[in-house]
């Protein structure tokens, strides 16, 4: 047994349907245990224990012509698993969950990168709604309108926000509640994994429960019930197989127009706390944006210089050969005339093949509440309430603000991992920065997950 596993206990069942009008299913869904790097491959009812590397669920509904959709979810529910089942066991869940973040960049990556190369898959994406469990913590990834749902002591709540056209028209007012049934955009995304180079993940979590139960589904779901219905069939079924095989056949009742995609996972154990007056499930921010993947590989490539090319290129494929041949040679060399020259080799090798960059921490306040950071020219990410801060590798950045027609001065950072860097940017010298954003909000330790 994984010594540090929680006992903690996830019940699941996932289910997918080609809908009444769809000829083929771009949805896909994951289920995964990290600490054992299994998936869950079967339409039954199973319960695995928390390991210390969690778990992670995913809904995906694909877009794109001919089956580029498809192609699109499953490249994001592979990626995803295949990224997060290379991290450590005892992480901080502050970082678990900035791995989460960047495994789900790195599929948006990816996906974009086979648009590109590809004419056939030109226009293809994907949403991605995931959970992921780590200890008592549920970390809620959002791109898209895909959703996440949590039942809790009779209380349902919607606990991921659509990034899409309608919900962003009920923000704003400019539609009510009661036109938003039959609004033409209200498929419209935002926001989806494939048609652009950089996402943003909208990153929350929130404490689990006993006895908590989480629903990820795709609009094919939840654009034909609502929450209302969504919760009464999850309370009147008897098992996680029973409620999703009633959602699917409701969503399929009312005209089934798209791909249906259900998991659900019930929540228990010893290390959940248990309640009479359950906590309300309410989300909260996690306020850490990370570099896109692409400023950080070429961030990597400048500061490694010839260590990176040697041990991106040299050690693959015919040139493996030649390589070890100059290896051989040189030894051979080093024994003849002296082994002073000999231990310089093997020194240098060993620094050539295994390049170490630190990792450094910066955090950025202003008194512009949402405007977006420029990290070498390229947008890294958007400010959350004044502030953020992001984990990236050490070394110098030129660093600016813009927003509307207005873009700071850039300045010049150096990041190293000792001390993490706060620098203010204001637009209004006058005016004070938000309440709270300051060093010790932002800075690592005085903003963990309990907060």
């Known amino acids: ?67 580029a959709g498809e192609v699109a979810s499953q490249m994001a529910v592979d990626t995803v698993f295949d990224q997060l089942c290379s991290l450590e066991p005892g992480l901080e869940p502050q970082v678990f969950g900035e791995i989460v ?70 923000e704003e007012g400019t539609i009510s509640p009661e036109h938003a049934e039959n609004f033409v955009g209200k498929n419209v995304i935002l926001q989806a994994l494939g048609p652009v180079a950089q996402v943003l993940v909208d990153l929350k979590f929130l404490e689990l429960e006993h006895d908590d139960i989480v629903l990820l589904c795709s609009d094919g779901l939840h654009g034909q019930l609502n929450d209302a219905e969504l919760q009464s069939i999850l309370e009147q079924s008897e098992t996680l197989e029973e409620a999703a095989g009633t959602l699917i056949r409701r969503a399929n009742e009312t005209g089934g127009p798209d791909n249906i995609t259900a998991v659900l996972v019930r929540l228990t154990g010893d290390d959940l706390p248990k309640s009479d007056t359950p906590k309300p499930a309410t989300p909260k921010s996690l306020r850490y944006v990370r570099a896109p993947v692409d400023v950080i590989q070429q961030k990597l490539e400048r500061e490694l210089g010839l260590s990176h090319w040697l041990s991106k290129y040299v050690f693959t494929g015919p040139l493996l050969v030649a390589y070890a041949v100059m290896i051989f ?14 231990a310089k080799l093997f020194t240098h090798s060993h620094t050539i093949s295994k390049p170490k960059v630190g990792r450094g921490r910066l ?20 400010l959350q309430e004044g502030g953020l801060s ?6 110098t950045y030129k660093v600016k603000l813009g927003t509307g027609g207005w873009t700071s001065k850039e300045q010049e950072v150096q990041l190293s991992p000792k001390h993490p860097k706060l620098i203010e940017i204001r637009r209004d010298k006058n005016k004070k920065l938000r309440k709270g954003a300051d060093e010790k909000e932002w800075l690592p330790g005085h903003d963990s997950l309990n907060k």
């Not at 913590?137 to 919607?158: E, K």
């Not at 955090?363 to 958007?382: F, H, K, N, R, T």
């Not at 992001?390 to 070394?395: E, H």
Request: aromatic share 6%; net charge positive; glycine share 12%.
């Open 101 to 170: 973040d960047r495994a789900i960049q790195q599929s948006n990556h990816l996906i974009h990168t086979m648009a590109q190369k590809d004419p056939s898959k030109k226009g293809m994406g994907t949403t991605i709604s995931a959970a992921a469990v780590y200890g008592n913590v549920l970390f809620l990834a959002q791109v898209g309108d895909s959703r996440a749902y949590l039942l809790r002591g009779g209380t349902f709540t919607r606990v991921t926000k659509d990034q899409s056209l309608l919900e962003k028209l009920l």
């Open 1 to 67: 047994m994984d010594p540090l596993a929680p006992k903690v206990y996830a019940e699941f069942y996932g289910l997918t349907d080609v809908g009444r009008v769809r000829k083929g299913n771009e949805d896909n869904y994951l289920i995964a245990d990290l600490q054992n790097q299994r998936r869950a491959m079967e339409k039954k009812t199973e319960t695995w224990r928390l390991g210390g590397r969690g778990m992670v669920f995913a809904v995906c509904d694909g877009m794109g012509g001919a089956a």
């Open 390 to 395: 992001l984990s990236m590798p050490s070394g």
């Open 363 to 382: 955090v950025v306040v202003s008194d512009v509440m949402s405007a977006e950071l420029y990290i070498d020219g390229q947008i890294a990410g958007q």
């Open 329 to 342: 040679l040189g030894l051979l060399y080093g024994i003849v005339s002296n082994r002073d020259s000999l």
